[in-house]
């Protein structure tokens, strides 16, 4: 006799599942809350020495094409060129190709608005947009007492939303978003009179240097500072 049961359909996942494993996917998820971070870890978070050479490469090949050429078809297409190249090698190795994927959406995107209008400085309009944009969904955060580091944290933990009654936490989520948005703000205070000037070779060598660098010097900060308000006291003693 056979069983007409019906399998049920799977259980769809909630909101604040989804959230928490897209929080386990962030860079801040490779160092739980309440421990030390390491070298080892903050390299994982920027994607190990691959992620890294990805991620600078584009940028400094834009950098020495244009200072060699002054010219903007080359120095644009290079980056582009480097980027399809790192996905190929990810598709070779049979190696997770979104974050290189990922790379060449931008990297061209970049590329045709500048090609577009022409400019060679306006390569970098678009990361402008990004870090505005940034800003303000950090200040939204901060404003309906969400701070978006908290809330990253809390997923990761598994503490959606007590954390906001627990002073320390909640202050240090505040303190370090704040951080975040300085990071955000001070990339646009330096490179956005760059780009008016039209100092392309300047902004693109400011760009290299307040990008990964200033990303992993503030995720360090940041583990730092969550460990602190995380570890029980005695643990601190």
């Known amino acids: ?9 799977p259980k769809e ?13 962030s860079a801040f998820a490779h160092v739980p809350p309440g421990e030390t971070p390491t070298v080892r870890a903050l390299l994982a978070a920027i994607g190990g020495v691959r992620g890294l ?8 090949m834009f950098l020495i094409v244009y200072t060699i050429t002054q010219q903007l078809v080359p120095s644009v297409l ?34 045709g ?10 390569n970098f309009v678009l990361g402008f947009f990004i870090n505005a944009a940034s800003i303000l969904g950090l200040l939204i955060s901060l404003a309906v007492r969400w701070p978006l580091i908290g809330v990253i944290v809390g997923l990761l933990t598994g503490d959606v939303s007590d954390w906001r009654q627990d002073k320390a936490k909640f202050r240090i989520a505040v303190i370090t978003t704040v951080m975040w948005v300085g990071v955000f703000a001070l990339r646009l205070a330096v490179q956005v009179p760059l780009y008016l000037a039209s100092q392309t070779q300047a902004l693109a060598a ?30 601190q003693h």
Do not use: C, H, N
């Open 1 to 9: 006799m056979t069983d007409s049961t019906t399998p049920e359909p």
């Open 13 to 25: 996942p909630s909101l604040a599942e989804a959230l928490s494993t897209a929080a386990r996917k």
């Open 53 to 60: 050479v990805e991620a600078l490469l584009p940028g400094l």
């Open 78 to 111: 290079t980056p582009v060129i480097i980027a399809i190249g790192f996905v190929v090698a990810r598709l070779v190795m049979r190696s997770t190709v979104m974050p290189a994927i990922a790379g060449v959406i931008g990297v061209a995107a970049s590329a």
């Open 113 to 122: 608005v500048a090609l577009w209008s022409g400019q060679a400085e306006d």
């Open 206 to 235: 400011t760009k290299l240097i307040m990008g990964v660098p200033f990303y992993a010097a503030m995720l360090w900060v940041t583990w730092l500072l969550v460990r602190a308000a995380y570890t029980p006291e005695k643990e």
